[in-house]
């Protein structure tokens, strides 16, 4: 089976400091692993997606994520922080049976 | 392109009722995924289909069902509505599913409330 744990509930950072999001996976084989954001009443949108190969991986809006396979871990991260990052984070690992499986979530608040 | 496309945003609905919520997938994507998302159970699976076959179905009771169409428009049923099937309710596509390496595209969601 496959599970996604998002140890951090809730993260305040100051804007401009950095960030990061832990995610930490199980999965049988090589996982597709996936972090989204999700804005007060909103859908999901695609911060940034890992298939393969570089284990370092670019996303939009200036976050990147390292694949770590001896830690089965997926860590989002962001140099400097801006107000409008405050949202709600989710870590996600498929595809086993057709799905994705999502982490709990990581609610992130930007302070002045 | 235009984005995945749900219909209605919200609606109120009182136990027992049924209800049907809708879903346009980005052109050219044939993989439609539902999730229900709730405060307390965070995001869970619904179902998931492609050129209108389930190819699979998450741990929710009968009176959730599904469909999708020739055209990759997929809906959405809850029969016998309860207070706990109250939640935001998101549809994603793709172009293969989850198994191809091409992600999921999220909708904004129907938020439906049942009083």
């Known amino acids: 089976a496959q599970s996604v744990t998002q140890p951090d509930i809730h993260i305040t950072v100051s804007e401009g400091a950095s960030l990061e999001l832990r995610c930490n996976y199980s999965?049988?084989?090589?996982?597709?692993l996936f972090w989204y954001v999700q804005s007060p009443g909103q859908g999901l949108q695609l911060l940034l997606k890992?298939?393969?190969?570089?284990?370092l991986v670019q996303g939009i809006k200036g976050f990147e994520a390292e694949f770590k396979r001896s830690q089965s871990s997926f860590n989002l991260r962001k140099p400097s922080v801006h107000w409008s990052d405050a949202a709600e984070y989710f870590c996600?690992?498929?595809?086993?049976?057709?799905?994705?499986?999502f982490g709990a979530g990581t609610t992130v608040t930007v302070r002045a | 392109k235009a984005g995945v496309t749900q219909t209605p945003r919200y609606l109120i609905k009182t136990r027992g009722q049924q209800v049907t919520l809708s879903c346009s997938p980005i052109?050219?994507?044939?993989?439609v995924s539902w999730y229900q998302q709730t405060p307390g159970q965070g995001l869970q699976f619904l179902f998931e289909?492609?050129?209108?076959?389930?190819?699979n179905k998450g741990n929710f009771p009968g009176r959730f069902s599904g469909r999708q169409f020739s055209n990759s428009r997929s809906e959405m049923n809850v029969s016998t509505l309860e207070l706990g099937d109250s939640a935001l309710y998101l549809c994603?596509?793709?172009?293969?599913?989850?198994?191809?390496?091409?992600?999921?595209?999220f909708g904004n969601g129907t938020r439906l409330t049942v009083t």
């Open positions: 999965y049988g084989a090589t996982p597709y």
């Open positions: 996600a690992v498929g595809p086993g049976d057709y799905k994705l499986s």
């Open positions: 052109s050219g994507h044939r993989s």
């Open positions: 289909y492609f050129s209108e076959t389930q190819r």
């Open positions: 890992y298939f393969s190969g570089d284990t």
């Open positions: 994603a596509s793709s172009l293969e599913g989850p198994l191809g390496n091409s992600p999921l595209h």
